[in-house]
């Protein structure tokens, strides 16, 4: 179990729960014989999908800095880690900008975060640090209280996970260059080299993540 840390900065979790883990797996949840090497799995598999994206996804409180050159404007910020869920500060040249009446306005999906006038107003330059809590809430965390959070991380990407770890599992005792074999009488075996336009992952985990890379966020 571990709190929301601040700076996006917590102890590493899984995205998917042990239990689900071991249950695709159809290892009994009292069997403990394989947890240390199961969860080293969920982390490996998690970090490989979190690669993927590109960027970070759990839930947390972030700063962003931000520059603009003199004599630059911008129409918005886009935040690095999403969906946004709050905006805490936004500071400029280290004086804390006074927050509009209804809040600073923002798309939680793409992190665009607009100037506190609206109505086509720009980011002047300067210097700027935005705080903020962003990201998906994965099992294990908890608030302030230690109470568990309801998990928020989409179905997809922890599907992802799952197929990735599962063939982390699969691959355990095979030789990781060995594409097929065969026996004589008995049959025989072939399987895929990893793909490396995937950063490693199953072409079919790689498939569920589409919508969430740059390009295709939505």
Do not use: C
């Not at 972030?62 to 520059?67: A, E, K, M, S």
């Amino acid at each position: 179990m571990t709190t929301l840390q601040a700076n996006g900065v917590a102890d590493p979790l899984p995205f998917v729960a042990l239990p689900d883990f071991k249950a695709a797996l159809s290892i009994a949840d009292s069997d403990t014989s394989q947890d240390k090497a199961l969860i080293d799995m969920l982390l490996s598999a998690s970090a490989a999908v979190e690669s993927y994206i590109g960027r970070q996804i759990t839930a947390a409180d972030y700063t962003d800095l931000i520059r603009i050159r003199p004599g630059d404007q911008m129409a918005s910020f886009v935040l690095d880690v999403r969906p946004v869920l709050s905006i805490t500060s936004v500071v400029r040249h280290g004086q804390p900008l006074v927050t509009p009446p209804d809040g600073w306005d923002f798309s939680s999906s793409s992190g665009i975060l607009y100037p506190e006038n609206g109505d086509g107003s720009l980011w002047g330059p300067g210097r700027y640090l935005v705080s903020y809590r962003a990201g998906w809430v994965i099992p294990g965390m908890t608030d302030a209280d230690e109470k568990p959070l309801p998990v928020t991380l989409p179905a997809d990407i922890r599907q992802a996970v799952l197929l990735t770890a599962r063939s982390f599992y699969a691959a355990q005792d095979r030789d990781p260059l060995l594409k097929s074999e065969s026996e004589q009488g008995v049959g025989s075996t072939s399987w895929s080299l990893p793909d490396a336009t995937t950063g490693g992952l199953p072409g079919n985990a790689a498939a569920f993540l589409s919508r969430y890379l740059s390009a295709g966020f939505s």
